[in-house]
């Protein structure tokens, strides 16, 4: 069969084509307008900004021969913005038009009752009524969704009821997760990011033939409603620091309190040997394996050279993503680089870089911080220059994590400086009792403070474009006395966007009351998991125990 990939140029197509080698198929890339002619199954990957795709597919003389390949009947498949291009039109880009395939609007998510962008694991209702014996998705699955803009379920409207084949419900919206008509299917959620589920509806949809493909037939929906409850899954998150141990070998470390290396044995020895605590692909293999709902990579020693010469970091996303079908996130030396041969290189270049290894999101540390201070400086007016802006602008903003990592200031309880109006107390009978402190941020692997509260921080990456708040806590972070969640709240509060919650997981009751304390949606952990004490399994059971909404195997 002739299947063709179509790849605009942005955003990490490369999971999708690792997830159809994976599943024995052969394909070619779309390269030039001819290529729709000899294409007889097309998928468009779509990843990223609504504008960008639309501008891409256009300058490239593709978007035409896009229209027409799909106005000729031949099976199409779109995913993500390979779904949201066949729409009318996006808020995101007003001004934009799409394909007009399905004649009306995407648009962005109303974030009054919930977090924007929409990020995980997710489940669909199927409207086809009677379900059909061999539809390729799978109402008890969940996919992974990661996205800001949707099209919204109306079935009042001709072409919504017409076109939805499935529904998902995010906070009190219902949206189109996936639509099916004649030759096209569409899902707005991943299938190449979303483990067995996602493979099988792969294979399930590339084991058709291509008659039925093209020919989907029309079928009886029913309307969906509101549910009191939504699907949407807490992420359990396996994080991976990686950096050279002194004999040049790449390796998953862990620190206590960010200090990787063992403790002296001698009082003579100056610094231990790293901490190795195994191959970054193969611990990556495990925990995709053990239901980790994404994974994280985050290169501890970046600051020391450009990331473009660091090559084995790109090879580590590169192999990570040919054996893991889960979201990934790449971290450290995200930013603009100058070679030592002088030549440069923008944030967006590096990010780039690590999208087309595999990568889905990136995650910036120290340049978030920078950005911030130029920011206020600027009397909170964003220039567009900062990697946050640009990488978002390109990829969107659900690819773009900020990581943080600050450290408690403890301050006199009648303290009157700066960051007073963020200064937390320590609750009566607890620990911390009697103590006060604000939270403040750090660069360079927390070996530098800055003049930045955590709250100025995260609020100032939001304004420029960040879709998601990883944070740690260099207190903390491999200490195992569980998540600092008064962090945690304060840092919640502050944000509209989805937050990580990291560092001193020790436990599974740590994640359960995580949970249970705080609206993250998102729990991360290293050093419980790379030294076997808990499971991500056991982490998943507690929280069914206590009814939350997970993704299990
Ligand atoms: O500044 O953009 O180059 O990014 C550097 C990145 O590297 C940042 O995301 C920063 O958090 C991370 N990083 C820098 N130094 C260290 C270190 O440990 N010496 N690791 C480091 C941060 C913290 C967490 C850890 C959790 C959970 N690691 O990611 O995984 O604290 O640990 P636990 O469950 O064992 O407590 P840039």
Redesign the pocket.
Known sequence: MGLFLLDYGAGNVQSLANSIKKLGHDFQWVTSPDDFHKATILIFPGVGAFQTAIEHLHSRGLLEPLREYIRSGKPYFGICIGMQVLFESSTESPGTKGLGVIPYPIEKFDSSDKSVPHIGWNSIQILDDPPLPNDVADEQAYYYFIHSYRAKYDPTFHASAEWAHSVTQYGQELFVASVRRNNVFAVQFHPEKSGSAGLSLLSKWLNKSEFELSHNPDTTRKIARLEPRHGLTKRIIA???VRTNDQGDLVV???DQ???REKPTHATDTAGAVRNLGKPVALAARYAAAGADEL?F???T??RHSPLNDQPMVAVVLVASQEVFVPLTI?????DTVDLDGTKHTALEVAGLYFRAGADKV??????VYAVERLRANGNRPDGTSAIETISFVYGKQAVVV???PRRVYVEPEYDGPFKSEVVSGKPGGSDEGKAWWYQCT????RENRQLSVVQLVQGVQLLGAGEI?L??ID?????AGFDLDLTNLVKNAVQIPVIA?????ATAHFTEVFVKTDVEAA???????RGEVTIGEVKSALRESDMCVRVL
Request: charged share 15%; hydrophobic share 30%.
């Open positions: 994080c991976m620091d470390t862990k620190g960010y200090d990787v994280c985050l290169n501890i970046s600051f971290g450290g030396g995200i930013k995650s910036i540390g120290s340049e978030a990581s943080v990592d660069v360079s692997c927390g990883l740690n806590s903390r972070d491999g200490t195992g990291s560092s001193g997981a020790g991360l952990a290293a050093g419980i998991f790379h």
